[in-house]
């Protein structure tokens, strides 16, 4: 179930981060989001594992695919990713172009 949630959030942000791919600075910023990729992962890694073994919070079985780092369910991961791409991507298409390219 939480699966099915995901999907839709990381198909928009790879549409959207890919409408961006003729604006000026795109490997750059494809570079930049997969940096804050890794660490929002490694992040959530660290902090999900935590709040779940203090018992904040858990996931019923049923709902979640059943891949699991540490304690957390795979599906945690899929919002950080989406969003170190979505984000500067929005970004960018907000930006009026020329203003991009001026120093």
């Not at 750059?28 to 989001?33: G, L, N, Q, T």
């Not at 996931?59 to 059943?66: A, N, Q």
């Amino acid at each position: 179930m939480y699966t099915l949630l995901t999907v839709p959030f990381l198909v928009l942000a790879a549409v959207v981060t890919v409408a961006t791919g003729r604006r000026p600075g795109f490997a750059d910023r494809m570079r930049a989001s997969a940096w804050a990729a890794i660490v929002l992962i490694v992040l959530t890694a660290i902090f999900d594992n935590v709040m779940i073994a203090a018992d904040l919070f858990t996931y019923p079985e049923h709902l979640i695919s059943g891949i699991r780092i540490g304690l957390a369910p795979i599906e945690d991961f899929s919002y950080p990713l989406g969003a170190a791409f979505l984000v500067p991507a929005v970004r960018c298409l907000l930006t009026p172009r020329g203003i991009e390219e001026q120093p």
